[in-house]
């Protein structure tokens, strides 16, 4: 199943409103440990996979980065990327990432964020990474943490008064589809297990070099009550592996 969720005019309309949206990656909670396992990316040719309005775009062309591909199931999506970028050495694909068939040993890193929770089958995605990247390559990713997404509802367990009591975790080892409510309702994501994430990647042929379960920046934290409970539970999983 390859659900758009984010063409449809109620979810984006709601998407856009997330502080990642109006401040880019800056105002990502994972996005000042995901850059700390980032290499040097002057000179490299970069793929990135469920690209949204193009921020890591713009970004591996700020670090110099010689060339840029983005892909993005959501023609939304890419219409405001290509609106914020004025440069003729990033590309942006109308495409699933599923169905990505790039030449092989095209790419020096594969990056990808929050996108691969929404895909049926990791394991085929990582074959087809571990094919279109250059010996020695990046594949650099952040997924929602599986212990986030065990459940359907994906929420705190709360008192009488709305206080956060904890994070219930619950069929976790049951891997597969989690209807949820992400903004709007009937949002499908795909729940799996770490070793799933570990065990797909060494299966494809990589080698796993870094793994990160980030918590927001002390000054989003020092900003935002809401955010000092992210440090209750995992939201976020980031993990670099090499070809």
Known sequence: MKQ??????????????MPRSIKGLEGAGEWHEFRTLLPDLRDTTILDLGCGFGWHCRYARE????????VDISEKMLQTARDQTDDPAITYIHMPIEDIDFPASQFDVVLSSLAFHYIESFEAVCKKVY????????FIFSVEHPIFTSRNEQDWSY???GNRLHWPVDQYQTEGIRET?????NVIKYHRT????????IGA???IQAVNEP????????????MQDETRRPMFLIISAVK
């Open 215 to 226: 918590v927001p920046s002390e000054e989003m934290m020092k900003d935002d009550q809401w």
């Open 205 to 207: 042929g990589f080698a």
């Open 63 to 70: 670090q110099q980065a010689s060339s840029v591909v983005g």
């Open 181 to 185: 409510t992400f903004l709007t309702e």
């Open 159 to 161: 008192d009488g008064e």
């Open 131 to 138: 094919d279109c990247l250059k010996p020695g390559g990046t």
């Open 194 to 201: 770490i070793s799933t994430y570990f065990n797909d990647l």
């Open 4 to 17: 758009n969720k984010y063409d449809d005019a109620n979810f984006f309309s709601a998407y856009k409103q």
